[in-house]
């Protein structure tokens, strides 16, 4: 374990090195790259130093005990030992998951996407539900939220709705909404008090800077046109929207938020950037998840993941079997408990492929 914290140690010296250079400073692309590195490596040598405090700390308590003579100064030398065999352990548990290879988008913004799938007006309502659940829980965690675009539905709620969330390692915890969420209810529109399942389906993507993901501007179409509201009234007399076509792939993306033309064709860019990269990340992610024959976190996407069932109060995450009877908080954004739960269970994974449990 030492000798892993050192190797990792030497290499952030060799970064605080690297960024000091001036054909770096003067690369963005590296520079973003390497100030990345050195600010998730800084976290692991932290530990480093703490324990190597304590393995000193031990060998010197261990060398006193042996050469002690005096029965009061060898008790208390044992204790110390104890509490530095105890203190070893735990930094052991830690160190072991600080060492699990993160992804590189984690520490991204994240570009947050939720559709209305089967069921009708009821869908486009859940899909109301899981915007607000997303936006208290970014609230609670003091994350900036952006709106992109959304397209209402008839009786309330979204068909569609996008919105960037900035935040510390915001895609990083966010990934793991991305799939198909279930409702069980019984809709207001229903006389007869019968359940309806409804769905929609949630896509988190990284979001991409211009150093991170480029695109050809020969391959894009770009186009305006006025921004409208709820209903379809215009409530722009100018083409600020902005819609933007990736002739490669037919990808299309619309921003209409911001009165600027020049500030809705940068945010369109940036999702359509997210886009193109989160279908590399796709593809990378299932190579993974063949080796490690199971995936909490960014898999199939048309895969259900999770049922929010009312009439029992539940909700049930169907990647990890787990079941929690807190509907309402949930759906108030208090949904830690279900995202730290994936994270142990995708962290175990790596673990295990890694052959380091």
């Keep these: 374990m030492l000798e892993k914290l050192e190797l990792i140690n030497r290499r952030y010296e060799e970064v605080k090195d690297e960024l000091t250079k001036p054909e770096v400073l003067s690369d963005l692309k590296v ?3 390497l100030s990345k590195e050195y600010k998730e490596l800084g976290e692991i040598v932290k530990v480093y130093y703490t324990y190597k405090d304590v393995i000193d700390n031990l060998e010197s308590t261990q060398e006193l005990l042996e050469i ?8 208390m030398a044992q204790e110390e030992l104890e509490l530095l065999r105890d203190k070893k352990e735990k930094l052991d548990e830690e160190i072991k998951w ?3 290879p993160q992804d ?5 913004n994240v570009i947050l ?3 209305a799938g089967a069921g009708g007006d009821e869908a486009s309502l859940f899909a109301g539900d899981l915007f607000r659940m997303y936006h208290r829980y970014a609230e609670k965690k003091g994350w900036k939220i952006e709106l992109n675009a959304l397209q209402e539905g008839t009786a309330g709620g979204y068909k569609e709705i996008t919105m960037t969330i900035k935040g510390k390692d915001a895609y990083g915890i966010m990934k793991y909404e991305s799939g198909v969420h279930r409702v069980q209810r019984v809709p207001a529109t229903e006389s007869q008090g019968r359940i309806h399942t409804s769905a929609a389906s949630v896509a988190a993507m990284p979001e991409m800077e211009e150093v991170e993901f480029e695109i050809d501007p020969t391959e894009l179409r770009i186009d305006t046109f006025r921004a409208s ?4 009234q215009h409530v722009n007399k100018t083409e600020s929207a902005i819609r933007i076509t990736h002739l490669p792939t037919g990808l299309v993306v619309s921003n209409q938020d911001q009165k600027s033309q020049l500030k809705n064709k940068t945010k369109a860019l940036k999702i359509l950037k997210s886009r193109l990269y989160d279908i590399e990340l ?3 992610v299932d190579e993974q998840s063949q080796l490690r024959k199971t995936y909490v976190s960014t898999g199939d996407r048309s895969a259900k993941i999770r049922t929010y069932n009312f009439p029992q109060g539940r909700v049930t995450d169907h990647r990890i079997n787990l079941t929690l009877y807190n509907l309402n908080n949930i759906l108030n954004g208090d949904i830690d408990e279900i995202i730290e739960a994936l994270r142990v269970a995708e962290n175990a994974e790596k673990l295990k492929a890694g052959g380091m449990n």
Aim: aromatic share 0%; glycine share 10%.
């Design 104 to 108: 590189p988008e984690d520490s991204n």
């Design 229 to 232: 509201g709820a209903g379809g």
């Design 68 to 75: 002690e003579k005096d029965p009061e100064m060898k008790e």
């Design 113 to 115: 996407e939720i559709r």
């Design 98 to 100: 600080l060492l699990i």
């Design 282 to 284: 796709q593809k990378r």
């Design 31 to 33: 520079m973003t790259a």
